[in-house]
C-alpha cells in the first residue's frame, strides 16, 4: 500500500469496511468522473476552500477503493456506469436528470402516482420534473416556529455557508469518512443537496422534520447528504424520502445520512424507499451515539433494482441504545440487501434489531447485518429477529448475520425464520369469504404491522397502500 | 478471500510420486496426487468470513514451511470393525477394493476444493477406508488415530451401500512422548472424511479431536446422501491450538436427512474455526444443526452455520441452533448462521446466542451452600447436556462428557 493509499485511510472510523482484495472494477475507466468535474461543482455552489479539499479527497480514495464485490452473494453492481454521472452533477452542462415534463416519466411511474392518489402539482415535484409545490408555505410556517427554539433546519449547500464550524467538525470526519467504503467516497466527492438538522440542547422537536418538502429544490437528490447533530437532551424525528417512487435517468442513488445524538437525546430516523426499479440504491447511514443516547432507524425498502444499505449505530457511550426496524420487499427483478449494523463500545449499551422481509416474483431478499461487542462493553445486550416471508419459488430469501463478541458479561440473541404464507391462514380467510388476493394481502399487512405501526400515520398509510400495490403486482 | 494464491510452501512433484510409489498406488491415485499439488498453485486458503477491519481466522499466518513435513509422516491407527464390514487402511483398501475406492475417492470433496484439501490429498499417508455392504446394518466401528510426526495427512472414506447402517467413533489424538520422543512444539494434522450414504443408508460419524494443544488441525468432513438416506455427524472439538473444522451434508436424495452436533471447550489460547453446512437439494429433505461451546481464558471460537435450500427442494425443513457460553472476559464468540433460501415451500429457522453463566441460577447454587468453583461447573456441564442428549451413541457422549470434565477441573 502507498503511502498516499495510508494517508488516505488515515481517516478510518473502526467501522470501515476492510476491503484488501484489488479489483478489477467497473470504474476502472473513470475518464467521466475527474478533478475538474468536482472543482466545477464547488465553485458552482461557491464552497470554501476546505469543502474542496474534502471532496477531492473523497475522489482519491473513490478511485483508489474496489467495488464491494467479494461479499458473500452481493448484488450485482456490474450495471452502475459511473461515467454516465457526468452530465447529472456538472452545472455546466444543461441536461440534467430526470424528465421534463410528466408524459416523458415511465408508465409505470405515472401510474403508481395516480394510484397512490398523490396531487398533480406534488407528482411533478416528486417526481423531478416540476419546480416548487405548495408545501413551500408549510414548511416556511414550521421554519419560523423552530427558528425561535434555535432549531436549524436548511438545505446542506446553505448550511455550508451559514453554520461552517458544525459543519467542518462534523461533515464525514467522524461517522461517515469517505474511506468507509467505495460508494460513501463516491459520495464524499459529488454530494450535493440534502438537509442539515441541529437541534440544541433540551429541545424537543414536536413534529417529524420531513426532507419531504425540499426534495425538489435540488433536482435529483441522488446524491444528498444529511447531517443531524442533536445535543444533550434533545429529541427529534427525521422522516426522509417518501413513499412515492422517483424516477431519474441516472440509476445511481449514493447518499450519505450522519446522526450525531449526544448525551440522553434520542433521534428517529424514518425512511420509506421507493426508487424506481431502474435504480441502484447504494447509501451510507451511520449515528454515532453517546451516553444514555437512543437511536431508532425505522427503514422500508420497497423500490430500487439493486439496494445496499446497512444503517448503524456506534454505542460510543454508556447506556447508550440502538433500535433498528427494517422491512424490505422484492418484487420481480429486485434485490433487496439490507441489514442494520451496530457497534457496541461502550458498557452497558442495548441494541434491537427486527427486520421482516418479504420476496415475491423472483425477488430476492437478504438480512446481512453485523453486531460487534468491544472487550469492556460489560452488560451490554442486543437481540436480533429475522422474520422472512416467500410467495414463490422463483424468489429467494437469505439471512446472513454476523456477531462478534469480545466480552463475556453479555446477552446476545438472534433468531431468524424463513417460511412460506401459509395456505391454512390463506383458507381460512377464503372460508370467510376473501378472494385469494385479498387473503394474502391481508397476511402481508399483518406480518408488517409491528414496523407499520411506529410509522407516523401518514406514512404507515402511504406504506400500507404501497405494499398492497405491490402485492396485486400492478406497480411498475 | 483477501489471500492470494501465494503458495506457502513448496511441494515438488517428487515427493508426491515418492510417496505414492513407497505404498505402490496404482496409476490413478498417483495422478489424483499430482493434478492436487500441481493446484496448488491456483487455490486458496479456504474462505473465512471477514467483516469491516476483523478476519475471524488468519489460516494464512500459519508457517506451512517449517509444519509440513511430507516424508516423515508416522502415525499408530487402531481401527475396530464388526462382523460384515470392511474396515482397513488405505493401501490395503486399495488392494482388496480397488474399484469402490476409486470410484468414491475424491468424489464427496473436490481434492481442489482448496489449498489445503489439495495438499491433504497430494500428501496423505494415513486413513480409514469403512465399506458396509447392500443390507448389512452394522455394528460400531471404532477408530483411534495417533499422531506421531510433525504434521500428518489422514484420508478417510465411508461408502454405506442400500439400505446398510453403520456407526463410525473417530478419536484423535497426539501419540505419547513414547511414541514420538523427538517431536515436539508446532505440528500440523489434516483430516478429510468422505461419506457416501446409499439409498435408505444410515451413517453416524462421531469424532473427538483431543489433539495436543500445539497443534494447528485442519479438518473437512463431507457426506452425500442418496434417497432415504441419512447421515448423522457428531463433532467433539476440545484439544489443538487452532481447529479450522468444515462439517457438510449435501442432501442430493429425496426424503434425506442430516443432523450436524457439535461441542466444543476453549480454552487457553485455543482458536476454534468450525462450519455446519448443509444443502438441501432433493424434496422433503430435513437438517437439524446443533452446536454448542464453552470458551474459557483467551479462546476464542468462530461459528458459521449455513442452511441452503436450492430452487427443487420442495418441502424443506431446516433447523439450526447455536449457543455459547463466555466463561472469561478475555474470551471471543463469533458467529453467523446463515440462511439461503431459493424455495418457498420451507420451514427453516435458527438462533444464535452468545451469553455467560447465569448468574441468578449462580447464586442459588451458592445459597444452598455449593462452592462458586463447583457451582460454575456444574452449570457448564448442564450448558452442554442438550448437545449430549442429542448424541446417541454412549460410548462417544461419555468420552465426550469426561474430556468437559476434565477441562474444568
Known amino acids: 500500500m502507498s503511502s498516499e493509499q495510508d494517508e488516505l485511510q488515515s481517516t478510518d472510523t473502526e467501522a470501515r469496511f476492510d476491503f484488501k482484495k484489488e479489483e478489477k472494477s467497473a470504474f476502472e475507466s473513470e475518464k467521466g468522473l475527474d478533478e475538474e468535474t468536482i472543482r466545477l461543482i464547488s465553485e458552482d455552489k461557491d464552497e470554501p476552500e476546505w469543502m474542496l479539499e474534502r471532496r477531492l479527497r473523497a475522489l482519491k480514495q473513490f478511485q483508489a477503493m474496489p467495488m464491494p464485490n467479494d461479499w458473500p452473494e452481493a448484488p450485482d453492481l456490474s450495471e452502475v456506469d459511473v461515467d454516465e454521472i457526468v452530465p447529472y452533477i456538472r ?142 437532551n434533545s429529541e427529534v424525528h427525521y422522516i426522509e424520502g417518501c413513499s412515492a417512487p422517483k424516477y431519474s435517468a441516472f440509476n445511481l442513488h449514493c447518499g450519505g445520512v450522519e446522526v450525531f445524538v449526544k448525551e440522553n437525546a434520542h433521534v428517529q430516523y424514518s425512511t420509506v424507499q421507493n426508487w424506481s426499479k431502474n435504480t441502484y440504491n447504494l447509501n451510507t447511514k451511520r449515528a454515532i451515539v453517546e451516553e444514555e443516547g437512543r437511536m431508532e432507524w425505522i427503514s422500508g425498502s420497497m423500490g430500487s433494482k439493486a439496494t445496499m444499505l ?127 388476493d385479498d387473503a394474502k394481502q391481508m397476511i402481508v399487512s399483518g406480518f408488517i404491522e409491528p414496523i407499520t405501526e411506529e410509522l407516523p400515520i401518514e406514512y404507515a398509510v402511504e406504506l400500507n397502500r404501497l405494499v398492497e400495490l405491490e402485492m396485486e403486482g400492478s406497480l411498475g | 478471500m483477501a489471500t492470494s494464491t501465494q503458495v506457502p510452501l513448496t511441494i515438488s512433484r517428487e515427493t508426491v510420486e515418492g510417496i505414492s510409489k513407497r505404498r505402490d498406488e496404482p496409476e490413478w491415485l498417483r495422478q489424483t496426487r499430482l493434478d492436487a499439488v500441481a493446484a496448488l498453485d491456483e487455490v486458496d486458503l479456504p474462505d473465512v468470513i471477514e467483516t469491516p477491519g476483523r478476519r475471524w481466522t488468519n489460516l494464512e499466518d500459519l508457517d506451512y514451511e517449517t509444519l509440513v513435513d511430507p516424508d516423515t509422516q508416522a502415525d499408530q491407527t487402531e481401527r475396530v470393525g464388526p462382523e460384515g464390514v470392511v474396515v482397513t487402511d488405505f493401501e490395503t483398501a486399495l488392494d482388496d477394493h480397488p474399484e469402490i475406492v476409486e470410484e468414491h475417492f475424491g468424489s464427496i470433496t473436490d481434492p481442489e476444493t482448496n489449498y489445503l484439501t489439495a495438499l491433504s490429498t497430494a500428501l496423505f499417508t494415513t486413513g480409514t477406508f469403512v465399506y458396509v455392504p447392500e443390507g448389512v446394518d452394522a455394528e460400531d466401528v471404532t477408530i483411534r488415530a495417533e499422531m506421531n510426526s510433525r504434521s500428518l495427512f489422514s484420508q478417510t472414506l465411508v461408502v454405506a451401500e442400500e439400505s446398510s447402517s453403520v456407526t463410525i467413533l473417530e478419536r484423535i489424538e497426539n501419540g505419547g512422548a513414547q511414541s514420538a520422543p523427538e517431536v515436539d512444539g508446532e505440528r500440523y494434522f489434516s483430516n478429510l472424511v468422505e461419506v457416501a450414504a446409499g439409498e435408505n443408508a444410515y451413517v453416524q460419524y462421531g469424532s473427538l479431536q483431543v489433539l495436543d494443544e500445539d497443534v494447528y488441525n485442519f479438518s473437512l468432513k463431507r457426506g452425500e446422501t442418496e434417497t432415504y438416506a441419512t447421515i448423522d455427524w457428531i463433532e467433539g472439538n476440545i484439544g489443538s491450538r487452532l481447529t479450522r473444522a468444515d462439517i457438510e451434508t449435501e442432501l442430493e436424495g429425496d426424503a434425506a436427512e442430516t443432523q450436524i452436533v457439535g461441542a466444543f471447550f476453549g480454552h487457553e489460547d485455543q482458536h476454534f474455526d468450525i462450519n455446519a453446512r448443509v444443502w438441501h437439494h432433493g424434496e422433503h429433505t430435513t437438517a437439524d444443526l446443533v452446536t454448542r461451546g464453552v470458551l474459557d481464558d483467551e479462546a476464542r471460537s468462530v461459528y458459521e452455520g449455513v442452511q441452503d435450500v436450492g430452487r427443487d427442494a420442495w418441502d424443506t425443513n431446516s433447523y439450526q441452533r447455536e449457543n455459547t457460553l463466555m466463561l472469561s472476559d478475555d474470551s471471543e464468540a463469533d458467529a453467523s448462521p446463515k440462511l439461503i433460501i431459493h424455495n418457498h415451500d420451507t420451514e427453516a429457522s435458527h438462533s444464535a446466542t452468545v451469553g455467560q453463566v447465569d448468574q441468578e441460577d449462580l447464586l442459588y447454587m451458592t445459597s444452598r451452600s455449593i462452592d462458586p468453583e463447583q457451582a460454575r461447573n456444574m452449570l457448564v ?19 465426550l462428557q469426561a474430556e468437559i470434565t476434565a477441562r474444568l477441573d
Request: proline letters at 4%; hydrophobic letters at 35%.
Open chain 1, 91 to 232: 452545472p455546466d452542462i444543461e441536461a440534467r436528470g430526470g424528465a421534463d415534463n410528466w408524459e416523458d416519466l415511465p408508465e409505470e411511474i405515472q401510474d403508481t402516482f395516480d394510484k397512490l392518489g398523490i396531487p398533480e402539482a406534488e407528482k411533478n415535484a416528486l417526481s423531478g420534473v416540476g419546480a416548487q409545490y405548495e408545501s413551500e408555505i408549510v414548511y416556511q410556517n414550521m421554519q419560523e416556529r423552530w427558528e425561535d427554539k434555535g432549531v436549524v433546519f436548511c438545505d446542506m449547500d446553505k448550511a455550508v455557508q451559514e453554520h461552517e464550524e458544525i459543519l467542518k467538525e462534523y461533515f464525514m470526519t467522524q461517522a461517515v469518512p469517505p474511506s468507509d467504503n467505495k460508494f460513501a467516497a463516491l459520495h464524499g466527492a459529488v454530494w450535493s443537496g440534502g438537509s442539515f438538522v441541529y437541534v440544541p440542547e433540551d429541545t424537543t422537536v414536536e413534529m417529524p422534520v420531513q426532507a419531504y418538502f425540499r426534495m425538489n429544490s435540488e433536482g435529483m437528490g441522488q446524491f444528498e447528504h444529511t447531517l443531524i447533530v442533536a445535543e444533550e
Open chain 1, 310 to 436: 446497512y444503517p448503524s449505530s456506534m454505542l460510543k457511550g454508556r447506556g447508550a441504545s440502538d433500535n433498528h426496524i427494517t422491512i424490505a420487499f422484492a418484487g420481480e427483478g429486485q434485490d433487496i440487501d439490507t441489514g442494520a449494523k451496530v457497534y457496541h463500545n461502550a458498557p452497558e449499551t442495548k441494541s434491537t434489531i427486527e427486520s421482516k422481509s418479504i420476496s415475491k416474483d423472483g425477488g430476492r431478499t437478504n438480512y446481512r447485518g453485523l453486531v460487534h461487542i468491544a472487550d469492556g462493553a460489560e452488560g451490554s445486550s442486543t437481540a436480533v429477529e429475522c422474520d422472512a416471508l416467500m410467495f414463490d419459488n422463483e424468489s429467494t430469501s437469505d439471512t446472513m448475520p454476523y456477531m462478534e463478541i469480545n466480552e463475556s458479561s453479555v446477552d446476545v440473541a438472534h433468531e431468524a425464520t424463513v417460511g412460506k404464507i401459509g395456505d391454512e391462514d390463506v383458507f381460512y380467510l377464503q372460508s370467510r369469504g376473501l378472494d385469494d
Open chain 2, 381 to 399: 456441564e448442564g450448558f452442554f447436556v442438550p448437545v449430549l442428549e442429542e448424541v446417541a451413541v454412549d460410548e462417544l457422549r461419555e468420552d
